[in-house]
Structure formats: structure tokens, C-alpha cells
């Protein structure tokens, strides 16, 4: 079975350009999750799909950052204008549903995101 | 809300011997608990986890925690390490019935030869 999987792995970018990531997400997983790994930290939540609804983007910085799944699979997250502050690894999960009592969140290789 | 304390940043130790890697939550509701671990370049894997029953749960590659609710932890040991477990583990709690994960900020256990 074929993981989850983001593109690019890398990115540098001068502030105030923009960037996306992608992320392909197990075959089958209804449920998507956007992750922000600030070096030293642990990694944070900022949006959660099911399907292609949003279910929680209460942590995500609604002025600069979006995200998308349109047609409940494929996702995008966008950063317009980056930020130094931004520099992070954007870490992908997904998981089986999100109606269950629990489903384990399986991650892809994340995209490490520098800003000069 | 939920937050995880991993008190331990780094921990060094010698390979063959054994470790602890500590880890404090706190909630005022029910959680499950998590340990991942993150291989240099690679995404997070789930070590091991628990949901209910017994309190002692097992990773195939011989690590195992215990959840000590009176004392709110979930510390992760290996009786034995080996060079492979060089890598960051992080500690996370998520709310019974959700499916937001809370992550610690990792400790980087590094196993000298």
C-alpha cells in the first residue's frame, strides 16, 4: 500500500513570495491533516479535512495561509506572502474517517520550507 | 485542551543499554496516548499507543510505556538499545472520541556505539 505522499520535499523562498505544497493521501483516507514543525517543536495542526470539508483550521493563520480538497482526495496548502516565521516542515497525514472512536494518522515525508 | 511535556530534549546513551524517555500530559478529560518516531529524513511513524485495558503496551522492536494515569505519564523504555534507534520520538495525546493529536516537542535520543 502506497503512503502518503508530499511534493516538493524541499523549497527555499525569499518573504513575501508564495508557495504551495501538495499531498496525496493514503487511497481510501476520507480524513486529511496539514501539520506546521517548527524546528525544536512538535508538530501542530493547522487544518483538518474530511473529505473535502474543512473540520477544524482553528490554527490555521487564515491571512496568509489556505488550504484546499476539492474533490476529497488531493490537497494544497498555500502560504501568499511567506514569512521568516514560516520556515518549518509541513508535515501531511491522513487518516481511514473521522466518525470513529479512533483512526491512526499515518504522515508523509513532510516539505521543509525555508524563508530568506 | 491537552499539552504534552517532554522534559528531555536530547538524550545521549550507549548502545546496550537502557533508556527512558519521559513524558507528562495534561487534560481534563480522557486521552489516548501516543509515542511516534521520526527517522532522519523520514515522516512520523507510529511507535505504539494507548486506547484502554492494560496499562503496558508493546512496539514490535521492543520498546514499551506504561500509562500511569495517577501521575499523568507515558514514559517510553527500551531494556536495550541499539544503534538504529538513533532518531527524534515525540510524545502526543489526543482527546477520546477526537482526532486532534498534540504533540510534545520531541526528544532526540542518539545511541553512541
Known amino acids: 500500500e502506497a503512503g502518503v505522499a508530499q511534493s516538493p520535499r524541499y523549497k527555499i523562498i525569499e518573504k513575501r513570495q508564495s508557495v504551495a505544497f501538495w499531498c496525496n493521501p493514503i487511497?481510501?483516507?476520507?480524513?486529511l491533516y496539514w501539520y506546521q514543525q517548527i524546528l525544536g517543536q512538535g508538530p501542530k495542526l493547522l487544518i483538518q479535512f474530511q473529505n473535502n470539508g474543512v473540520v477544524d483550521d482553528s490554527q490555521l493563520p487564515k491571512d496568509r495561509f489556505s488550504a484546499e480538497r476539492l474533490k476529497g482526495v488531493d490537497s494544497t496548502l498555500k502560504i501568499q506572502p511567506a514569512k521568516l516565521e514560516d520556515s518549518a516542515v509541513y508535515l501531511c497525514?491522513?487518516?481511514?474517517?473521522?466518525?470513529?472512536?479512533?483512526?491512526?494518522?499515518?504522515f508523509g515525508p513532510g516539505t521543509r520550507l525555508t524563508v530568506l | 485542551a491537552q499539552s504534552v511535556t517532554q522534559l528531555d530534549s536530547q538524550v545521549p546513551v550507549f548502545e546496550e543499554a537502557p533508556v527512558e524517555l519521559r513524558c507528562n500530559y495534561s487534560?481534563?478529560?480522557?486521552?489516548?496516548l501516543f509515542w511516534y518516531v521520526q527517522y532522519p529524513n523520514q515522516g512520523l511513524q507510529l511507535l505504539l499507543k494507548y486506547l484502554s485495558g492494560s496499562t503496558l503496551v508493546e512496539s514490535i522492536n521492543g520498546f514499551e510505556a506504561e500509562f500511569n494515569k495517577s501521575q499523568t505519564s507515558f514514559h517510553l523504555r527500551k531494556p536495550s538499545v541499539h544503534i538504529s534507534d538513533t532518531a527524534e520520538y515525540f510524545c502526543a495525546v489526543m482527546k477520546t472520541g477526537a482526532n486532534n493529536l498534540f504533540f510534545g516537542t520531541g526528544t532526540r535520543l542518539t545511541v553512541i556505539p
Open positions: 487534560s481534563s478529560v480522557s486521552v489516548y
Open positions: 497525514a491522513s487518516s481511514l474517517r473521522e466518525d470513529a472512536s479512533y483512526n491512526e494518522q499515518f
Open positions: 487511497s481510501g483516507h476520507a480524513t
